[in-house]
């Protein structure tokens, strides 16, 4: 698969795991997407350091070729991804803590 | 660009007293099963070279499925910033419910 099918794929899993599988339900609170408008431009900051200096550097028969700040638009699904799958479990383990003092 | 990451986000730490390294277990309850799963994805990539490493600009030390260290600094790390970042959200508004309340 490309890194642009796994990155659709993530993101797919993580939406499936908040909404439907732990049901946390991020995508519905405003919190989430404060948080995550603080975390993107600082994502954007750190790949286009990572990609603009050649630290990483990609195969462009992987990815779609449209790249934001020098990064692959692939880097913010995977971003996007990564932070909704932790912070949906960081939440439920939470919410389970918050069960076991009622 | 790690330390960056943990420059800009742990301070969050102190000043809004976000208390997750002090729920270090929780964090990473949250993060182990994640990171896991994006570190096969890392290895699949690297593997069939959708990304690659310059050589010059990484320590240069390779942990288990040929992985550079600094990836998995990076998968314990971005994490922890996004749990600060919620947490910090919450510190500030907290009439915002995420779904973990007592």
């Known amino acids: ?102 | 660009m790690l330390a960056f990451t943990v420059a800009g986000s742990f301070w969050l730490e102190i000043a809004l007293k976000v208390r997750v390294l002090r729920r270090i277990r929780r964090a990473m309850t949250a993060i182990a099963p994640v990171a896991f799963c994006f570190l096969i994805w890392d290895a699949y990539a690297i593997a069939n070279k959708h990304w690659f490493f310059d050589k010059e600009q990484i320590i240069g030390v390779f942990g288990p499925l040929n992985i550079p260290l600094e990836e998995y600094l990076f998968f314990i790390i971005i994490p922890l910033a996004a749990i600060m970042t919620i947490e910090a959200v919450r510190a500030v508004k907290k009439d915002w419910i995420i779904g973990d309340e007592k």
């Open chain 1, 1 to 102: 698969m490309t890194y642009t099918q796994i990155s659709i794929l993530a993101v797919l899993i993580a939406v499936t795991l908040d909404l439907f599988v732990i049901k946390t339900v991020l995508l519905k609170r405003a919190a989430f997407w404060t948080s995550y408008a603080i975390i993107l431009p600082f994502q954007f900051l750190t790949n286009w350091w990572l990609t603009s200096r050649k630290i990483v550097m990609y195969d462009p028969e992987v990815i779609t070729g449209i790249r934001f700040f020098s990064a692959p638009a692939e880097d913010v699904l995977f971003g996007f991804a990564l932070i909704l799958s932790v912070l949906s479990l960081w939440i439920n383990l939470g919410k389970r803590a918050s069960a076991n003092r009622a």
